[in-house]
């Protein structure tokens, strides 16, 4: 610690500044007078010498991540970032950033549609997964759901007949599962599930699900870590309607009335 820092530091023996400074401890990062440290590694260390995504996955889990887990979890945030103004996330955005607000904005707005219809199948997909692991058998698991819903997170899609995001990302857990980097029970679920259903294929939240849940992330992160993926697509889509000088965007084109009920 610096003597600066040592001049900040809260009296030992509590009282009002040790108490202010217990309200917000945290392990994730200590910022001082010269000093920044994420998850006690100092920021200068870092810069220039880790990913992204291991950045990422060092703010949330406490650790470094092995360079093939990594590789994995970039897989799945790059698959993830876009899906053109189909996607409520991107349109909203584009239609912010019209209306004169900054990109802060428009982004936070893309990233406030991320619920549970539209962009929580992932996380819904990592707690299906883990009750098939938990149940041992699939068939049963998916009777169960069926009885409530016949949707199943992370399986059809309103676009694709076959998500093309599918299969390069599988493949690479089946890579990773035959290296020894993740165990592939959670793979091994989403196969059985998804011939369970067949034809019905897997889509990319299903996919998605897989790497994180097979990474050992608990299945809201995997909500966290699709908005982290998606708002790349909503900036991309925000900043490029800036550009067009477009007022006021409406969901449809002005020449389009909507019909009368």
């Avoid at 299906?128 to 009777?143: K, Q, S």
Wanted: proline content about 8%; glycine content about 12%; overall charge negative.
């Amino acid at each position: 610690m610096s003597e600066r820092a040592k001049d900040a530091a809260p009296a030992p023996g509590g009282g009002p500044e040790a108490e202010a400074a217990d309200w917000w401890a945290t392990a994730v990062s200590r910022i001082e007078p010269d000093v920044i440290e994420l998850r006690g590694q100092p920021v200068q260390e870092l810069i220039g010498r880790i990913s992204f995504a291991e950045m990422i996955w060092l703010m949330l889990r406490g650790g470094r991540p092995d360079p093939r887990q990594a590789a994995l979890l970039e897989a799945a945030l790059v698959s993830s970032v876009d899906h053109g103004p189909h996607a409520p996330s991107i349109a909203v955005a584009r239609m912010a950033v019209t209306c004169g607000v900054g990109l802060n904005n428009a982004v936070a707005t893309g990233v406030n549609l991320l619920g549970d219809v539209h962009g929580g199948a992932g996380e819904q997909c990592v707690g299906l997964l883990e009750e098939v692991v938990g149940d041992g058998d699939a068939a049963a698991v998916v009777a169960r759901r069926r009885a409530r819903d016949k949707y199943l997170p992370g399986f059809g899609h309103r676009f694709h007949t076959r998500d093309p995001r599918r299969d390069p990302l599988l493949g690479l857990v089946s890579e990773a599962v035959a290296a020894g980097v993740v165990p592939g029970a959670h793979l091994r679920a989403a196969i059985e599930v998804e011939r369970l259903i067949a034809p019905v294929p897997m889509n990319i939240d299903g996919a998605t699900a897989v790497i994180y849940a097979e990474l050992g992330f608990p299945a809201p992160l995997a909500r966290g870590l699709f908005v982290l993926s998606r708002s790349v697509g909503i900036l991309a889509h925000a900043w490029e309607e800036a550009g067009q000088g477009r007022r006021n965007k409406g969901p449809i084109p002005p020449s389009i009335l909507p019909t009368w009920l």
